[in-house]
């Protein structure tokens, strides 16, 4: 064993590469217990200030920051209802388009590529070895296989499988641009309803061979596909063959402004999807005159985008009701807004916490004052080192006991006017490989979040920098598809994270206080070494 005069000596050294191993290891502190002697090594746990930030169910969001998108309803007793619907422009794969003459729409199919689940054991598959192919009436083989979709709620509803109807509207607001930012509670006037089907809550690829000699007629992607009223598009689009509205992507977006994808039910689950995936056909025929004068009709298609240049956001309206848990813990919470006007504004403290992703609330966690001065104190007149820190948040198992996935990732903001930023820890370990959240028992009542704030307390206590509050949200940072590099900080799938949880709050007799090992009370837990 190394003595602890040695150890003491390179303490400096050490210090960050114990930070960087605390984003490797589980146990945070078993990990200060093998770098130093125990009797020179002090675990401590405190009591915090923590309170429930109102975010009043609303984010602005830029919408080419959207990578994916929900649809769907959900309704829980303890944060109440949502209904999700997928807004997005559209636009014509070519401006100015020819369509020939006397085209007429066959039909028009909007394809959604919902996520799915991919496990062998979840999928189906038939096989039509008698198949038809009504084009050319050739004999085949059709292969189905069928996904569920990947969903966050409830599967069933009184032990049924309710499928959902899924309706499609014209959005007659004008969106704006793919720059510009939107507010997710939005609210945007629609009209004309222009497709409506039937959605089990699965997926299917098509592939069709021929019998003569196996190959393809058709192989179609994972998706679900809908018929839209061919009416509708005949008037709006073929019918304006050599109108300006389809001359130019500015002039087509404020003519024809988007379309809502929605759920006409109120509660049942939410799925996901890549919006760039979407995208409408439509099939029609027009006239072809051959050199004889013979007349025929010639199938041709042409293609809506629904991809990256257009406007797309996940709309979500709540109805969170009067006596749910969440609408009255709101009635004492912080309002963001308030918070990052004034940091160090007086809160609520509160037994109970709720976290919600998609413009829900957020929590805030205060240290204490006497603490920070307890710890300099110590710094100066014992030489400590401060090893490890992080904030315990514990599942709330009183109130959120159910099958409902926990959110695997969180966000963490320190609280500084006007400031956007990393916390010091992401930072300065981004290439270490750090994780600043750490997450045990997800699947079970007694789930609980660390959260690393080793690097913020030492700038604090052994730098004497200012405390700030730092605010907690459901959500995970995106990063660089090539580099892997995180984009920023508001950069991140809050506008469409699903997930919530209500945690245990604090006892207001615990804050600043040291709390046994057994608390589940929000808590500051540090690991220091004397020098």
Not at 524 to 531: F, H, N
Request: a positive charge.
């Amino acid at each position: 064993m190394i003595k602890i005069k040695k150890i003491m000596k390179l303490v400096p050294l050490l210090l960050m590469g114990i930070v960087v191993l605390n984003s490797c290891e589980g146990d945070l502190d078993d990990l200060g217990s093998q770098l130093v002697d125990g009797s020179e090594a002090y675990d401590k746990i405190y009591g915090v200030t923590a309170y429930n930030v109102n975010n009043n169910d609303v984010q602005k969001v830029v919408t080419s920051q959207y990578d994916s998108v929900r649809i769907g309803a959900f309704k829980e007793d303890v944060f109440g209802g949502q209904k999700v619907s997928y807004i997005t422009q559209l636009r014509l794969n070519t401006y100015d388009p020819d369509f020939g003459k006397n085209p007429v729409i066959d039909s028009v199919v909007l394809t959604l590529k919902p996520r799915y689940e991919t496990a062998t054991d979840s999928l189906t598959t038939t096989t039509n070895e008698d198949y038809v192919y009504p084009d050319g009436q050739v004999a085949a083989k059709k292969v189905v296989t069928t996904y569920p979709v990947r969903k966050y709620g409830k599967y069933k509803i009184n032990g049924q499988k309710t499928p959902f109807t899924i309706k499609v509207h014209e959005v007659a607001d004008f969106l704006g641009g793919a720059s510009d930012s939107i507010l997710t509670n939005k609210a945007f006037a629609l009209s004309s309803e222009i497709g409506s089907k039937s959605f089990n809550g699965t997926v299917n690829s098509v592939v069709i061979t021929k019998d003569s000699d196996a190959s393809e007629l058709l192989n179609r992607d994972v998706s679900f596909r809908m018929k839209l009223d061919s009416a509708f598009f005949q008037n709006k689009i073929i019918a304006k063959q050599g109108n300006q509205v389809l001359k130019d992507a500015a002039s087509f977006i404020r003519y024809f402004r988007g379309i809502s994808i929605s759920v006409e039910q109120n509660d049942g689950y939410l799925f996901s999807m890549a919006p760039n995936d979407a995208g409408i056909t439509i099939y029609y025929k027009n006239d072809v005159t051959a050199t004889d004068g013979t007349v025929t009709k010639t199938k041709q298609e042409t293609t809506l985008n629904l991809g990256a240049s257009n406007v797309h956001l996940s709309q979500v309206i709540y109805d969170r009701g009067n006596d749910s848990p969440y609408a009255k813990a709101m009635l004492t919470a912080v309002k963001y807004e308030d918070l990052k006007k004034n940091p160090g504004l007086a809160v609520n403290p509160a037994d109970k916490l709720y976290l919600q992703g998609m413009g829900g609330s957020g929590i805030g966690i205060r240290i204490p004052q006497g603490t920070i001065d307890a710890l300099k104190q110590k710094f100066q007149n014992e030489k400590i080192a401060i090893v490890s820190a992080k904030i315990r948040l514990y599942n709330n198992a009183d109130e959120w006991n159910n099958k409902f996935r926990k959110p695997s990732s969180l966000l963490v903001q320190e609280m500084i006017k006007d400031t956007v930023r990393f916390l010091p820890d992401m930072t300065s370990l981004a290439s270490a490989g750090y994780s600043l959240v750490k997450t045990a028992d997800l699947s079970t009542k007694d789930a609980y979040y660390d959260i690393g704030i080793t690097a913020s307390l030492k700038d604090i206590v052994e730098k004497n920098k200012n405390a700030h509050d730092f605010v907690i949200n459901v959500g995970s940072y995106l990063s660089d598809a090539s580099t892997g590099t995180l984009l920023g900080q508001t950069y991140n799938d809050r506008p469409y994270n699903p997930f919530r949880i209500a945690l245990t709050g604090i006892n207001t007799n615990n804050i600043g206080q040291e709390l046994l090992p057994d608390s589940k009370n929000v808590q500051l837990r540090i690991i220091y070494t004397k020098k």
